[in-house]
């Protein structure tokens, strides 16, 4: 019944950017503190963003510190992750994912109980 699903991945150039969404089903949305993490081609997965239940407090990796925003819309069941000045090396599959935690964010897979999908974004030079 719990669906989390991203959409707004594409393939765009080197500096552009993206705004990635994800809307949640089947949950009390609000519950949740929300995480965007990535898969490149021959990695592994990796923390991007999170966001608190109350979209008030949001933690980013080093890599793409300066460049995304995590944000939410709870009365829309959405989280957003607006991507600029994209690089190459963003290049992944972006996945959405649901934690339960009652303050502040969490980095760590283990935490998050649902996931999306994932969308994929591919940066060319």
């Known amino acids: 019944q719990v669906q989390l699903v991203e959409s707004g991945g594409g393939l765009v150039q080197a500096g552009g950017s993206l705004r990635l969404s994800c809307v949640g089903s089947?949950?009390?949305?609000?519950?949740?503190?929300m995480g965007w993490f990535r898969q490149a081609p021959g990695k592994g997965r990796e923390f991007v963003a999170a966001?608190?239940?109350?979209?008030?407090?949001?933690r980013y990796a080093d890599s793409v510190k300066g460049r995304f925003a995590c944000s939410r819309d709870n009365a829309k069941n959405t989280v957003y992750l607006q991507m600029n000045t994209l690089k190459p090396e963003d290049t992944a599959v972006y996945y959405c994912a649901a934690a339960q935690i009652p303050y502040g964010v969490q980095q760590n897979e283990p935490e998050y109980a649902f996931w999306g999908q994932g969308t994929q974004v591919t940066v060319s030079s």
């Open positions: 089947g949950l009390t949305f609000s519950d949740f503190a």
């Open positions: 966001v608190s239940r109350g979209g008030g407090i949001t």
